[in-house]
């Protein structure tokens, strides 16, 4: 995708209400969501105080939107 087509992680937080609990996002949109940064989240990943995310590759990890929003109403 093309630069000038990118969305920037605080554009993906603004569409997050708008997408299937089967959608994922990244790390940075992760942290815009908690108010955190994203050292933060894997802090939190790594104490097991936040959910894991799929990994799609070494570099590739995703958390679901759904898993996002059970968390988030607990």
């Not at 000038?4 to 605080?10: D, F, H, K, V, Y």
């Not at 968390?71 to 607990?74: L, V």
């Given at each position: 995708m093309p630069a000038?087509?990118?969305?920037?992680?605080?554009e993906k937080l603004r569409e997050l209400d708008q997408l299937p609990d089967s959608a994922k996002v990244d790390v940075q949109v992760v942290a815009l969501h908690e108010n955190v940064s994203p050292s933060t989240i894997w802090r939190m990943v790594a104490d097991g105080r936040f959910p894991q995310p799929l990994r799609n590759g070494p570099r590739n990890s995703r958390w679901e939107v759904?898993?996002?929003r059970r968390?988030?109403?607990?």
């Open positions: 000038a087509q990118r969305r920037s992680p605080e759904g898993q996002l968390r988030r109403a607990a």
